[in-house]
T-cell receptor, first 110, second 116 residues
Framework: EDKVVQSPLSLVVHEGDTVTLNCSYEVTNFRSLLWYKQEKKAPTFLFML????IEKKSGRLSSILDKKELFSILNITATQTGDSAVYLC??????????FGKGTLLTVNP | SAVISQKPSRDICQRGTSLTIQCQVDSQVTMMFWYRQQPGQSLTLIAT?????????ESGFVIDKFPISRPNLTFSTLTVSNMSPEDSSIYLC?????????????FGPGTRLTVL
C-alpha cells in the first residue's frame, strides 16, 4: 500500500523565520510528488515534482525531490503570517490516484 | 487552471438522510475525483469519475453508500447516502490539470458536512 509520511506534524515559528517541511514516501510506480497548501477547506496547488534534484521555486517557496532516497522538502523563507496553513504532500502513481500525507500544520506568529 | 465550484459549501444533516454534492468545472475535463477529509485526517480518495462510464471506487468505499454521477465533461455529483455522524467530513472534488498529467490535480472549494 502506498504511504506518505510528513514531518513535523506541526510547527510554530516567528515571522521572518525559514522553515523546512519534510515528506517521505513509498509508492508503487511513482510518477510525481505534489505539494498543496490548505487553508480552511480547499487545498491550493503549489508544486508538482517529477525529477530528482531539480528545484522548483515560486517566490519564497521552493521544493526539491530525491527519488533515490524517496523524499521531498518544501522550504519557505522569510515566513509571513499568511503562510500559516496545513501543507500537504501527495504522491501520484500510475493509476492516477493521489496518496496524501497527514500534513504539517504551520503557524507563523507575528 | 480550471475554475471549480461546489455546492453546497456546507450543510448540517440528520442521520439517515442523504445529501448530494455538486461539482462544476468551467472547462471540459476527462477525469474528476472525489475525496473525503475526516476531521484531523488527510485526504482520502473515494472514487474516480469518468464521463460515460461507471465510477471506480477505492477500497473501503461502495457505490451504494457514495453513488456518483458524471453526465458530461464539466459536471459530477457525489451523494452521501444514509448518513451517520461518521460521515461528517469535508468532501472535495478535483480535476486533472490536463490529459496525460492526471496526477496534477486542482481542487474545488469543498463541502463541509456535519451529520447530527
Amino acid at each position: 500500500e502506498d504511504k506518505v509520511v510528513q514531518s513535523p506534524l506541526s510547527l510554530v515559528v516567528h515571522e521572518g523565520d525559514t522553515v523546512t517541511l519534510n515528506c517521505s514516501y513509498e509508492v508503487t510506480n511513482f510518477r510525481s510528488l505534489l505539494w498543496y497548501k490548505q487553508e480552511k477547506k480547499a487545498p491550493t496547488f503549489l508544486f508538482m515534482l517529477t525529477s530528482s534534484g531539480i528545484e522548483k521555486k515560486s517566490g519564497r517557496l521552493s521544493s526539491i525531490l530525491d527519488k533515490k532516497e524517496l523524499f521531498s522538502i518544501l522550504n519557505i523563507t522569510a515566513t509571513q503570517t499568511g503562510d500559516s496553513a496545513v501543507y500537504l504532500c501527495a504522491v501520484g502513481g500510475s493509476n492516477y490516484k493521489l496518496t496524501f500525507g497527514k500534513g504539517t500544520l504551520l503557524t507563523v506568529n507575528p | 487552471s480550471a475554475v471549480i465550484s461546489q455546492k453546497p459549501s456546507r450543510d448540517i444533516c440528520q442521520r439517515g438522510t442523504s445529501l448530494t454534492i455538486q461539482c462544476q468545472v468551467d472547462s471540459q475535463v476527462t477525469m474528476m475525483f472525489w475525496y473525503r477529509q475526516q476531521p484531523g485526517q488527510s485526504l482520502t480518495l473515494i472514487a474516480t469519475a469518468n464521463q460515460g462510464s461507471e465510477a471506480t471506487y477505492e477500497s473501503g468505499f461502495v457505490i451504494d453508500k457514495f453513488p456518483i454521477s458524471r453526465p458530461n465533461l464539466t459536471f459530477s455529483t457525489l451523494t452521501v447516502s444514509n448518513m451517520s455522524p461518521e460521515d461528517s467530513s469535508i468532501y472535495l472534488c478535483s480535476v486533472a490539470a490536463n490529459q496525460g498529467s492526471y496526477n496534477e490535480q486542482f481542487f474545488g472549494p469543498g463541502t463541509r458536512l456535519t451529520v447530527l
